[in-house]
């Protein structure tokens, strides 16, 4: 891939944010939980937020390409913190795409700046891979909605200073074509309380229930057209596929790097175990298949940027990029040893944080009956 002389600085500006001032505190800033609202300011001075969105809400107006080269990068030095832009770049452009322009121009130049950061709700306790048969309610009143209901999973629940929610406003037979979309900022809203689960990773961002109790939200803050907001909105999620399978192809090259050094460096039989292709071989092997989702992502990404289709690329990159980025971190940690199973090493971080997203945004078995549907139709999906 040829980068242009922007999209080089970009990704040199991300990858020195992330090498020097994310990498030494990544274990750190997870012990503590507390995603640092000064961190994210710092990437919005950067530049690093919203790189793809439109300049006059102070994004860079970047391609989608490049959006992830910035993931990819942030995630190389923490994970989690690269999960902020990736969830501004999906939630600022449906704002864009969908909201009045009072709430656009509100709130997306915030979120750029790394002042805001919103929740996207879907899932609800009965499930989440049937997204579209939600129930939480939303009841049209004069000029405004009335909102009851739970939205549980909710990555950012308990800190998000406003939720995008996926609502019912026509009936239960009306499946996908009875939702709307809202958004609802926290602070200026009665009736909103959170909170936040004790997961296996991903501390700082935390996940938890939304719970949203005769919650009055203005009719001007409905997101797209009245019973369309499922099939309107969900719409950018191809997009954030792709820049999930970057964020897991940087962490997975953190471990790799880290472990070919190891490598180098710790000796067995009286020679650097370098030298043992029993060593070398499972490392050239993770280096291959994250070389070979990389190339995936960024296909998708230029295919995106080109106006193309590219909802079978991303549901690929969705589910390979966590599911090899897990097992080639796994191996690095083995290769440290008895030092790769101690917490002090970030291996054992890594592949807890990716995992997540074999489920979070939809599931390995869902990316896959979407590619399905796209080779064979709605035969291979059963109701
Ligand atoms: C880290 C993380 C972050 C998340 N963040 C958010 C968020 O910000 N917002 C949000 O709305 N949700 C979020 N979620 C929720 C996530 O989207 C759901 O967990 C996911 O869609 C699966 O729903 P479920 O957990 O209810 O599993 P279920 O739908 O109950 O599925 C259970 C199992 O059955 C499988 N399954 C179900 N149906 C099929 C099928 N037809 N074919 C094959 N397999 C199937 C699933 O793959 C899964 O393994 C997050 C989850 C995690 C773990």
């Not at 809400?57 to 923490?78: F, M, N, P, S």
């Not at 709700?121 to 009851?148: F, K």
């Not at 909103?192 to 938890?208: A, E, L, N, P, W």
Request: with cysteine; hydrophobic share 40%; glycine share 10%.
């Amino acid at each position: 891939m040829v980068l242009t002389d922007d999209q080089r600085a970009l990704q040199e500006t991300a990858r020195r944010f992330a090498r020097e001032r994310l990498l030494p505190d990544y274990q750190k800033r997870e012990k503590l939980g507390v995603l640092d609202r000064s961190l994210l300011r710092q990437m919005g001075e950067l530049g690093l937020m919203g790189v793809d969105l439109p300049e006059e809400y102070g994004g860079l107006g970047q391609d989608g390409v490049t959006a992830g080269l910035i993931a990819e990068e942030l995630a190389y030095g923490d994970f989690n913190v690269s999960a902020v832009p990736v969830g501004i770049s999906l939630n600022a452009a449906i704002l864009i795409r969908h909201a009045q322009p009072e709430v656009i121009e509100e709130w997306v130049p915030r979120m750029i700046r790394g002042e805001a950061v919103v929740a996207i709700c879907l899932t609800e306790p009965r499930g989440g891979s049937d997204a579209s048969n939600l129930q939480l309610r939303a009841r049209r009143e004069g000029d405004h909605y009335v909102i009851n209901g739970e939205k549980t999973s909710i990555t950012f629940a308990d800190r998000a200073d406003a939720y995008l929610i996926f609502a019912r406003t026509g009936t239960p037979e009306q499946g996908a074509h009875g939702v709307s979309a809202f958004f609802i900022p926290y602070e200026a809203t009665k009736g909103i309380s959170r909170t936040k689960f004790d997961d296996v990773g991903s501390h700082i961002i935390g996940r938890g229930s939304v719970f949203f109790d005769d919650v009055e939200v203005p009719a001007s803050h409905m997101l797209g057209e009245a019973g369309k907001g499922f099939t309107q909105v969900m719409q950018g999620f191809d997009y954030s596929r792709a820049l999930i399978g970057l964020q897991c192809c940087g962490a997975a090259q953190a471990s790799l790097d880290e472990a070919w050094a190891y490598s180098k460096e710790r000796e067995a039989f009286g020679r650097p175990i370098g030298q043992f292709q029993g060593v070398t071989f499972p490392l050239s092997e993770g280096e291959s298949h994250i070389a070979a989702i990389r190339q995936l992502c960024y296909h998708a990404l230029a295919l995106r940027d080109a106006g193309h289709p590219h909802t079978s690329e991303a549901a690929m990159c969705k589910w390979m990029g966590p599911r090899y980025a897990f097992d080639v971190i796994h191996q690095c940690l083995l290769t440290f040893g008895h030092y790769g199973w101690s917490k002090d090493l970030p291996h054992q971080q890594r592949m807890r944080d990716v995992m997540g997203l074999e489920i979070g945004d939809g599931t390995a078995g869902v990316m896959k009956l979407i590619i399905a549907r796209q080779r064979i139709g709605r035969v291979a999906v059963q109701y």
